[in-house]
Nanobody
Framework: QVQLVESGGGLVQAGDSLRLSCAAS????????MGWFRQAPGKEREFVAA????????YYSDSVKGRFTISRDNAKNTVYLQMNSLEPVDTAVYYC?????????????????????WGQGTQVTVSS
């Protein structure tokens, strides 16, 4: 059974940093591209960042580029999202997910429908 478990969320002040982790079981993350999405209250789930299976390619939404960094440790079967200079608009539930699109990933990384496996999410709240 595939399971993704996010952790590392919390309540922080604007300008602070957090590192989210996504630990996988039931699959080997080295075989998958991975993504982070977030969903704020009353809004649709949106793409945040993605990383190819090898880690060679990373992608970010314009709203987090330069502040967030996605990385992976395939030996630990874990993907990370380092979030710096957090802003109140970053408040949301953050989800990690797997993407098995292989070489098509560069065209599909933003599409929620291409991520079949999701974690339960971790809450990030940024106060002003």
């Amino acid at each position: 059974q595939v399971q993704l478990v996010e952790s590392g969320g919390g309540l922080v002040q604007a300008g602070d940093s957090l590192r989210l982790s996504c630990a996988a079981s039931g699959l080997t993350v080295s075989g998958y591209n991975m993504g982070w999405f977030r969903q704020a209250p009353g809004k649709e789930r949106e793409f945040v960042a993605a990383i190819s299976w090898s880690g060679a390619a990373t992608y970010y939404s314009d709203s987090v580029k330069g502040r967030f960094t996605i990385s992976r440790d395939n030996a630990k079967n874990t993907v990370y999202l380092q979030m710096n200079s957090l802003e109140p608009v970053d408040t949301a539930v953050y989800y990690c997910a797997t993407n098995g699109d292989g070489l098509n990933f560069q065209s599909t990384y933003e599409r929620r429908s291409r991520y079949p496996n999701w974690g339960q999410g971790t809450q990030v709240t940024v106060s002003s």
